[in-house]
T-cell receptor
Framework: QKEVEQDPGPLSVPEGAIVSLNCTYS??????FMWYRQYSRKGPELLMY????GNKEDGRFTAQVDKSSKYISLFIRDSQPSDSATYLC????????????FGKGTRLSVIA | GAVVSQHPSWVICKSGTSVKIECRSL??????MFWYRQFPKQSLMLMAT?????????EQGVEKDKFLINHASLTLSTLTVTSAHPEDSSFYIC??????????????FGSGTRLTVV
C-alpha cells in the first residue's frame, strides 16, 4: 500500500459545481496536510494547509482532515474554468526536514 | 512571500551530454533543498534531499553519480544530469525549505524544468 492514495481522475464538472477531492494515507505520523495546485508544465503552488485534524476555509476552498480515518479532503465551491488543473495532496510528519509525500494528483476540468 | 527561481524552464539536449538545472531562493535562505522528478500524469517523486554544505541524500534507485547535486550556498542548489539519455527526459522540480520556524509553508517550489533528451 502506498503511503498516500489519491484518485488520479480525470474529473470533469460544469462551471459552478462543488468539487470534492480527497486522499487517504497510511502513516499515522503525518501531522501537516497540504493541497497544491499544479498547472501544466508548472511547479506546484500551495493552496491550503492544515495542521492535525480539523477544517480550514479560504474563500472558495475548504480543507478537511480526519486523522482518525486517515482521510483528507479539499472542497471547491462555485468552481471556475480557471480552477482546471491537477490538485496534489501532500503531507509530512512533524520531525525535522522531512520531505513532503505527495499523492498522485487529480486532474480537474471545469467546463464553462 | 518566499520565491524560488528555477532555470532553465525547458532544455533540449543531445544524448550523452550533461545538463545543469539551477534553483535559487530569492528572499530567504534555503537550508534544505528537495529535488523531484515528475513524469507525465504522475506525481512528484523525490530524488534527493540536500542540506547546505553537506552531501545530498539520494532516494533508493536514484543514481548519485548520474544526478549530481550541489548545495554550496544558502541561496543556490544545482542538479546536473550527467551523460543524459532519452529515459532521463522528465520534468524536474526543486523545493526549498528555509531555516527553522517556517513550519509547513517553508516548502517553496520552483517552476520546474522540462528536460528533453534527443
Amino acid at each position: 500500500q502506498k503511503e498516500v492514495e489519491q484518485d488520479p481522475g480525470p474529473l470533469s464538472v460544469p462551471e459552478g459545481a462543488i468539487v470534492s477531492l480527497n486522499c487517504t494515507y497510511s502513516n499515522s505520523a503525518f501531522q501537516y496536510f497540504m493541497w497544491y495546485r499544479q498547472y501544466s508544465r508548472k511547479g506546484p503552488e500551495l493552496l491550503m494547509y492544515t495542521y492535525s485534524s480539523g477544517n480550514k476555509e479560504d474563500g472558495r476552498f475548504t480543507a478537511q482532515v480526519d486523522k482518525s480515518s486517515k482521510y483528507i479532503s479539499l472542497f471547491i465551491r462555485d468552481s471556475q474554468p480557471s480552477d482546471s488543473a491537477t490538485y496534489l495532496c501532500a503531507m509530512r510528519s512533524n520531525s525535522g526536514n522531512t520531505p513532503l509525500v505527495f499523492g498522485k494528483g487529480t486532474r480537474l476540468s471545469v467546463i464553462a | 512571500g518566499a520565491v524560488v527561481s528555477q532555470h532553465p524552464s525547458w532544455v533540449i539536449c543531445k544524448s550523452g551530454t550533461s545538463v545543469k538545472i539551477e534553483c535559487r531562493s530569492l528572499d530567504f535562505q534555503a537550508t534544505t533543498m528537495f529535488w523531484y522528478r515528475q513524469f507525465p500524469k504522475q506525481s512528484l517523486m523525490l530524488m534527493a534531499t540536500s542540506n547546505e554544505g553537506s552531501k545530498a541524500t539520494y532516494e533508493q534507485g536514484v543514481e548519485k553519480d548520474k544526478f549530481l547535486i550541489n548545495h554550496a550556498s544558502l541561496t543556490l542548489s544545482t542538479l546536473t544530469v550527467t551523460s543524459a539519455h532519452p529515459e532521463d527526459s522528465s520534468f524536474y522540480i526543486c523545493s526549498a525549505r528555509g531555516a527553522g520556524g517556517n513550519g509547513y509553508h517553508g516548502y517553496t517550489f520552483g517552476s520546474g524544468t522540462r528536460l528533453t533528451v534527443v
